[in-house]
């Protein structure tokens, strides 16, 4: 058997209007294309009307015949789909700003092997973490950003967004807000972590309202990037209690690990292709 010919994994994402003979029609087309799969997952909303699937499958065939198998299914079912190698890192953007344990935990995580990204570039408006992604060999890139440069700043973002093909962008405690265009372009591309249990405690010091309001468990919130500021699709959220003894410098503190645990997940769930949007909703398969 030649390299040519090996069988590759690859990973089926789609979603259509729910109606029976969904699943029998994929499973079918992939064994026309000669696939074994190794996982199967579904989900169909009762609140949308809409179903989901991820599939796991190894064949022979080229991922041009997998599409071409596929895609009558498709067209017949109305489904938005996507096939890709399911040993295929995600080309990823990080965007931060001072604080630099959300970077680090992805950078880590990226050289250790753990997380299916490659990251091009970092990008922030200050040069605060100029030493970190030189640590990592990464190369970096200070794009500051005030009320009169923003449209030009995002500009030079975009720019960079091509030049390198990224596929994902994250905010790592990027303390700027998108204009909504470049929200719009960056729809389900783009991840940002707050630092809060959303849908509680939104916008700017979010630790520190919540220990105005004597909160018991503080946490963060990982979520797809949208013009409403901290209104996209919730990905993942953790939680860690405290209690009335702490200030809000302390939750500030202890916030960071879930901060970045939280992150990671919701970035390492996107990049093996487990998440699908319902609307304001996702569904993430596990």
Same mark, same amino acid.
């Given at each position: 058997?030649?390299?040519?010919?090996?069988?590759?994994?690859?990973?089926?994402?789609?979603?259509?209007?729910?109606?029976?003979?969904?699943?029998?029609?994929?499973?079918?087309?992939?064994?026309?294309?000669?696939?074994?799969?190794?996982?199967?997952?579904?989900?169909?909303?009762?609140?949308?009307?809409?179903?989901?699937?991820?599939?796991?499958?190894?064949?022979?065939?080229?991922?041009?015949?997998?599409?071409?198998?596929?895609? &009558?299914?498709?067209?017949?079912?109305?489904?938005?789909?996507?096939?890709?190698? /399911?040993? !295929? $890192?995600?080309?990823? +953007? #990080?965007?931060?700003?001072?604080?630099?344990?959300?970077?680090?935990?992805?950078?880590?995580?990226?050289?250790?092997?753990?997380?299916?990204?490659?990251?091009?570039?970092?990008?922030?408006?200050?040069?605060?973490?100029?030493?970190?992604?030189?640590?990592?060999?990464? &190369?970096?890139?200070?794009?500051?950003?005030?009320?009169?440069?923003?449209?030009? /700043?995002? !500009? $030079?973002?975009?720019? +960079? #967004?091509?030049?390198?093909?990224?596929?994902?962008?994250?905010?790592?405690?990027?303390?700027?807000?998108?204009?909504?265009?470049?929200?719009?372009?960056?729809?389900?591309?783009?991840?940002?972590?707050?630092?809060?249990?959303?849908?509680?405690?939104?916008?700017?010091? &979010?630790?520190?309202?919540?220990?105005?309001?004597?909160?018991?468990?503080?946490? /963060?919130?990982?979520?797809?990037?949208?013009?409403?500021?901290?209104?996209?699709?919730?990905?993942?959220?953790?939680?860690?209690?405290?209690?009335?003894?702490?200030?809000?410098?302390?939750?500030?503190?202890?916030?960071?690990?879930?901060?970045?645990?939280?992150?990671?997940?919701?970035?390492?769930?996107?990049?093996?292709?487990?998440?699908?949007?319902?609307?304001?909703?996702?569904?993430?398969?596990?």
């Amino acid at each position: 058997m030649t390299d040519s010919t090996l069988p590759t994994s690859y990973v089926v994402t789609l979603s259509c209007p729910d109606r029976p003979g969904i699943v029998h029609a994929v499973a079918g087309a992939l064994l026309e294309a000669g696939c074994n799969i190794a996982d199967s997952q579904q989900y169909g909303s009762p609140s949308t009307g809409n179903f989901f699937m991820r599939v796991e499958a190894t064949t022979s065939s080229s991922q041009e015949e997998l599409r071409g198998a596929l895609a &009558p299914v498709a067209q017949a079912f109305g489904m938005t789909w996507e096939i890709n190698p /399911a040993a !295929g $890192k995600v080309r990823t +953007l #990080i965007l931060g700003s001072k604080d630099g344990h959300c970077l680090n935990d992805l950078l880590f995580q990226q050289r250790s092997g753990t997380l299916p990204i490659e990251v091009p570039a970092i990008v922030s408006n200050h040069r605060d973490l100029e030493g970190l992604a030189d640590f990592y060999g990464i &190369p970096f890139h200070h794009i500051p950003v005030t009320a009169e440069t923003k449209p030009e /700043a995002e !500009g $030079k973002l975009l720019e +960079l #967004i091509r030049e390198h093909g990224v596929e994902l962008t994250v905010l790592a405690r990027y303390m700027q807000v998108l204009s909504n265009d470049l929200c719009t372009e960056l729809s389900g591309k783009a991840i940002n972590i707050h630092h809060s249990f959303l849908p509680s405690f939104k916008g700017a010091k &979010p630790y520190h309202q919540a220990h105005a309001r004597g909160v018991k468990i503080i946490g /963060a919130t990982a979520h797809y990037v949208t013009a409403d500021l901290d209104e996209g699709p919730i990905i993942e959220q953790e939680v860690i209690r405290v209690d009335h003894a702490r200030t809000a410098e302390q939750f500030v503190q202890m916030g960071r690990d879930v901060e970045g645990r939280t992150l990671a997940k919701a970035v390492q769930w996107h990049a093996e292709h487990r998440v699908l949007l319902d609307g304001t909703r996702t569904v993430v398969f596990n």
